[in-house]
C-alpha cells in the first residue's frame, strides 16, 4: 500500500494542477477508443460498424471536453448520443463509456436537481433500451444498473472530499487569521504592559530627582551636607530607575534567553515593596507619607501586586510633580475578595488629572486585573486616588 501511494499521490496532484480542457481532451479521446473497440472488433450477431454509428460514438464523447464548465448540457448532449445510438442500432454500446464518465461529472459538480433527474433517466433509460434489445440476459440488467451506480457514487464521494478539504483550508485559513489578531493583541498588551511600567518608573525616578536638583542649588552653600544628602539621594534614584529599566528591558528579551538558555524572569515589584518605596519618597522629598493597613493582608496573582505597586508609585509621583503637598496618606483595605488602595494627599491635584497619562495607564493596568481606578478631588479637599483591585481566592486561582 505505501508503494502504491509512493506513485499515486504524484500523479493525482500533477493532474490537479494541469490545465482541465487538457485532461477532459485526452479523457475524450479514450472514451471514444474505448466505445469504437466494440465496432473494430465485433463479435459475431452483432451490428456492423457505421458512418452513423462511428458519429454518434463520437457525439458521446466529444462533449467531455466541456463537462466541468458545462456539466448539464455536456450530461444532456451525451444522453441525446447514447439513446440515438440504441434507438437506431449503430450499435449501442456494451459499456456506457460516456454515460458513466457523466453521471460521475454530474454527482461530483451539478446542482441536486440536475444529479438526481440524470440519474434517474440514465437508469430508466438502460432498462427500456435492454427491455426492447435482442436476447438481453439478466446480468446485462445488473451490469449497467451497477456501473451507473458506482460512477455516481464515486461522483458523491468526490463531492463530499472536496467540500470537507474546502472547510478544513477554511478552518485553518480562519485559524491562522485569529492567530495572527490573537498575536498582535498579545504584542500591542505587551507593548502597552512596558510603556506603563517605563513611564511608572521614569516618572517617579525623574520626580524625585527634581525636586532634589532643585534643593541642593538652595542649601549648597548654607548647609552641605543637606546638599550632599539631596546628591546622594539623586545618585540613588538614578540607580533604581536603571535596575528598573533593566528589568523591564530585560522582558523583551525573556521569551529568546528562555528558549536558549532556561533564564529566569527577574522579580516584578510587589506589595512588600511598598514600605521601601514610601521611605524613598519620603527621604528624597519633604513630603510626609503615611501607610495604614485594615484587614488581613494575604498573597495575590503577580500581575495584581504589580499593578497596586505601580499604583501607588504613580499616585506618589503625581503629588510630588504637581500637588505641591506637605503629606500623604497611603491606606491598604482589606475585604474579603477585594483589596482597596486609596492614596490622600493635601494638595491642589494635578492638572488635567482626569486625562494624564499616567493615571490613564493606573486604569488600564487596574482593568487587566479585574479592577477599577478612580482619581479626582479627596471629600475634604486635596487630591485622592482610589484603586480596588480584586482579592478573592476564586479569582486569584483563576488568573493563576
Known sequence: MPAARSWY???????RTTNPYVVDSALAVLVLFAASLQWMFPDEGDDPLSLAGWLLGAATAVPLVWRRRFPYSCAVAVSAATTAMAYYHAPPPDVLYGGLVVLYTMAAQALPWQRRSMLAGWLLGAVLTMQHKEHSEPFEYAFHITGMICAYGLGVLARVQRAYT??????????????????????????????RDMHDILAHAVSLMVVQAEAGPVVVR????RAEAAFDAIAASGRDAMTQLRRILGVLKEKEEERRGGAVRPPQPDLAGLAGLIAQVAASTRLRVELSVRGRPRPLHPDTEVAAYRAVQEALTNTVKHAYASCAQVELDWAEDELTLTVTDDGAGPAGSAGGHGLIGLRE?????????????????????????????DREAALG
Open 9 to 15: 499521490a504524484p500523479v493525482v496532484a500533477r493532474l
Open 222 to 225: 548654607s548647609d552641605p551636607e
Open 166 to 195: 474546502a472547510a478544513v483550508e477554511d478552518r485553518a485559513r480562519r485559524l491562522e487569521r485569529e492567530r495572527a489578531a490573537e498575536t498582535a493583541r498579545a504584542i500591542a498588551q505587551e507593548r502597552s504592559r512596558i510603556a
Open 365 to 393: 493596568r487596574a482593568a487587566a486585573c479585574g479592577g477599577s481606578a478612580q482619581a479626582g478631588p479627596g471629600p475634604e479637599g486635596g487630591f485622592r486616588v482610589v484603586v480596588r483591585l480584586p482579592a478573592g481566592a
